[in-house]
């Protein structure tokens, strides 16, 4: 139905910002609600922002006021803007096209992956 493609991620010094853009394909970007995933070694996989088909966002306590969602329809695009990033960000990051389910997002097509790596 949709493919979705990271791009954006590489190597950051503390405090610094990064900006991940989640390209997509297939059906239009305009049905999904997309999410912002990380992953760091050892870890699970954990949502960090996601927004709605009406643009409406949630995000990771942890990155509330550091990183901001949005969506660009007529693009069909997706991105993370990652300000005040810590060494704790270091992880990689996937997006995910999927939909809400009683008010939760629930992934459904993940892309391949982006590294950002936050130090000195």
């Known amino acids: 139905q949709v493919q979705v493609v990271e791009s954006g991620g590489g190597l950051v010094q503390p405090g610094g910002s990064l900006r991940l853009t989640c390209a997509t394909s297939?059906?239009?970007?305009?049905?999904?609600?997309v999410a912002w995933y990380r992953q760091a070694p050892g870890k699970q996989r954990e949502l960090v922002a996601s927004?709605?088909?009406?643009?409406?966002?949630k995000y990771k306590d942890s990155v509330k006021g550091r990183f901001t969602i949005s969506r660009d329809n007529a693009e069909n695009t997706v991105s993370l803007q990652m300000n005040m990033l810590t060494p704790e960000d270091t992880a990689v990051y996937y997006c995910?096209?999927?939909?809400?389910?009683?008010?939760?997002?629930?992934?459904?097509?993940w892309g391949q992956g982006t590294q950002v790596t936050v130090s000195s």
């Open positions: 995910n096209a999927g939909v809400y389910v009683n008010g939760n997002f629930a992934p459904g097509s």
């Open positions: 297939g059906n239009r970007l305009s049905i999904y609600a």
């Open positions: 927004i709605s088909t009406t643009a409406s966002t």
